[in-house]
């Protein structure tokens, strides 16, 4: 009995409390470390490509700041339109491969790579893609055939090699997995 009480005594205060708050007008907890023209301002600058510690420099708080910022405006995800060919990739498509072009997102390690060992297919390819800015990292966006990205894991296959280092057997692997998941 005096358990229901307690707890009645308890959703009472509660309630008390937060018609008091509604009344006052007020907001309990810490203030916004930026203020809503900044959080615009640190919006537009990021989609113009503005890096995330150069913004966190601006305006004074930590990077997380910023992320968390840019997340609740959906800044940093990625368009839709990115997933659409770029215009003039048709032309430096091979004229054999009629299967339609898939987005992808190429680890950065592989691109370089890639951009040394690759043949002219794929490095035209990777001219066309488009940075996109992950974490600490990046990768590259790639607008192509599914046979384009396989033939660029194939020329790669030396980063899944025993003696390539954890980061480059990594990098192998997930874009292995991106191409498989698209089939």
Do not use: C, W
């Amino acid at each position: 009995m005096l358990a229901r009480v307690l707890e009645f005594q308890r959703d009472m205060i509660s309630e008390n409390t937060k018609e008091g708050v509604a009344a006052a007008d007020k907001t309990l907890g810490r203030p916004a470390a930026l203020a809503e023209k900044a959080v615009a301002g640190a919006v537009e600058s990021y989609g113009e490509g503005a890096a995330v510690k150069a913004l966190a420099r601006r305006y004074g708080v930590v990077p997380k700041t910023i992320r968390r910022v840019l997340d609740a405006a959906g800044a940093r995800e990625l368009p839709e339109q990115l997933d659409a060919a770029p215009a003039g990739l048709g032309d430096q498509q091979p004229a054999s491969v009629p299967n339609p072009a898939v987005a992808l997102d190429l680890p950065s390690l592989l691109a370089d790579h890639l951009h040394a060992a690759g043949d002219k297919t794929v490095r035209q390819a990777l001219a066309t893609g488009r940075t996109i800015r992950r974490g600490q990292g990046h990768s590259l966006r790639i607008t192509a055939p599914l046979e384009l990205h396989r033939t660029a894991l194939q020329q790669s296959a030396t980063l899944a090699a025993e003696t390539a280092g954890p980061a480059k057997r990594k990098a192998h692997r997930v874009y292995a997995t991106r191409i498989t998941a698209a089939e």
